[in-house]
């Protein structure tokens, strides 16, 4: 679905992504773990068609990214960043709803004739008013419903940010971050979202994540950006070697094997100073 082709970007005379490749198959949830300032969401930008690379392209379905209009990207790619919905007044409902904007005409009705690129057999739901009740009721968002976003938690904003995303229908989902400011609960709960909407949908998911315990547990592969480079691709376990996270982030944790799924799970263990000693709190010298 994705083809991203020697993909290099500049900012002020200064390489931030240099030749970067590889390929997204429909349906696969595809992780981009580095350190800060790797060049991670700037790859996003590219692969949304924000940003124009230096050199290289972006294919979506064979087509260069920037060909496609902004309402066409619209109708099958949503984005999901890390503070997604700014608290601005408008209530839970009237943001889900803006998830349909792309494919309404000017007076607001619903276009069933446009259709995103290759959407296989037009697939919309029986009406839009259907599909935004179940998007309500799925992500528990009900009681919510005429709240507006002050009134609400940055977790639940993330969940209203998903439906106004899950509204869209789209074919492909980008995740810059959107776990970033959750505390653990909400963070599983917001993978599990995308997981079974992933697997529901076939939704192809394209995600950054920070915390490389969630990517290994949610993606079906990763990639390692570091200094604008990758430096590694594949399935979890291949990514998720001590050696290798030692070398992107300065620090070698221990890999073990997630009791439940079997996913690799990093813990991470301090380095202490050579002569580093504790002594019990209380005692004397």
């Known amino acids: 679905m994705i083809e991203i082709l020697n993909c290099s970007q500049i900012y002020d005379g200064v390489p931030v992504l240099n030749n970067i490749s590889c390929t997204v198959a429909s349906g696969e949830i595809y992780g981009i773990i ?6 991670k969401s700037t790859l996003m930008r590219l692969i949304s068609g924000v940003e124009r690379p230096a050199s290289g392209c972006v294919r979506i379905n064979g087509k260069d990214v920037g060909s496609y ?5 619209a109708q099958f790619m949503a984005v999901l960043e890390q503070e997604a919905l700014p608290p601005v007044g408008f209530t839970v409902r009237e943001v889900v709803e803006m998830g349909r904007y792309p494919h309404q005409d000017w007076l607001g009705r619903e276009r069933r004739q446009e259709h995103g690129p290759e959407r296989e057999g037009g ?3 029986p ?4 599909l935004l009740q179940g998007i309500m009721e799925r992500l528990d968002l009900e009681g919510l419903a005429e709240r507006t976003l002050e009134q609400i938690s940055g977790g639940e904003r993330q969940r209203a940010a998903l439906g106004k995303a899950m509204a869209q229908e789209p074919m492909l989902l980008l995740l810059d971050e959107p776990t970033t400011y959750l ?10 979202y995308v997981r079974k909407w992933n697997r529901e949908c076939g939704l192809t998911v394209v995600a950054v994540l920070h915390d490389l315990n969630l990517a290994a547990q949610y993606c079906d ?8 480079e990758a430096v ?19 620090t070698r944790p ?26 019990p709190a209380g005692s004397g010298s």
Do not use: C, F
Not at 69 to 73: F, P, W
Not at 127 to 130: G, I, L, R, Y
Not at 183 to 192: A, F, L, N, S, V
Not at 221 to 228: D, K, N, Q, W
């Open 232 to 250: 590694a691709e594949g399935e979890p376990w291949s990514i998720m070697q001590a050696g290798l996270i030692e070398q992107v982030y300065k």
């Open 34 to 39: 580095g350190p800060n300032g790797s060049g």
């Open 123 to 125: 697939r919309y739901s």
């Open 183 to 192: 505390d653990i609960g909400y963070q599983m709960q917001m993978m599990d």
């Open 221 to 228: 592969r990763l990639m390692v950006i570091s200094r604008g």
């Open 69 to 73: 209009s902004r309402r066409k990207l």
């Open 254 to 279: 221990v890999v073990v094997e997630h009791p439940e799924t079997g996913a690799p799970q990093i813990l991470l263990k301090p380095q202490a100073a050579a002569g580093d000693s504790k002594q």
């Open 127 to 130: 009406s839009a008013q259907s």
